[in-house]
């Protein structure tokens, strides 16, 4: 690899990839939790290094560049790379401790996540846990959370998904709707 090609602070590139993934330098800086100004130097300092421009700033905002376009694909893959390296270098930890944020819907994290979190702690107790209640999809590679508890199974290949337990269900309708549908 030509270690002298790479003539850019890779640093102001994650500054790059979280304001257009974020859409604005404000919502990038709380993302960060850095100022706003500090992160758009990082910003201007990226695109003076390259010597191309990333992003248009007019009334609506920040939109990206042809070249912040194609630039983004890369980056994109530099953030997963680094996400993946940040990743594989905690799971080599001997503890168990820190922060996990579980994404899970809202029955669930209503329901269930209590009993399990409570166990948890008694098990483990230097963890943090966070629980996102959402009925929308958490992207787990983009870190949105550590743990996702879906009823479905997820698309991305390189995700691990475990079958936690076969969950019976019961629905309940008044006779009149059933009637209303052809049902018993």
């Not at 270690?3 to 404000?26: K, M, P, Q, Y």
């Not at 166990?119 to 949105?144: F, H, Q, W």
Request: glycine share 8%; aromatic share 6%.
């Amino acid at each position: 690899m030509g270690w002298r090609s790479i003539d850019f602070d890779w640093n102001r590139a994650r500054a790059f990839l979280v304001t257009a993934e974020e859409g604005s330098l404000s919502a990038a800086a709380r993302a960060l939790g850095m100022t706003q100004p500090t992160l758009g130097r990082q910003v201007s300092a990226l695109e003076a290094e390259l010597g191309v421009a990333l992003f248009e700033r007019g009334n609506r905002g920040l939109e990206l560049t042809p070249s912040g376009l194609e630039l983004l694909e890369y980056v994109r893959k530099m953030g997963d790379a680094a996400s993946g390296f940040s990743l594989s270098a905690k799971g080599h930890s001997d503890s168990i401790e820190g922060d996990i944020c579980i994404s899970a819907t809202e029955a669930m994290a209503v329901y269930q996540l209590p009993a399990v979190i409570r166990e948890l702690r008694c098990a483990y107790p230097g963890i943090n846990v966070e629980v996102i209640a959402t009925n929308s999809t958490s992207d787990l590679k983009r870190r949105e959370a550590d743990i996702a508890i879906r009823a479905f199974q997820p698309t991305q290949p390189e995700l691990i998904a475990r079958k936690l337990c076969a969950v019976k269900a019961h629905l309940y309708a008044c006779p009149d709707y059933l009637s209303s549908i052809g049902g018993v």
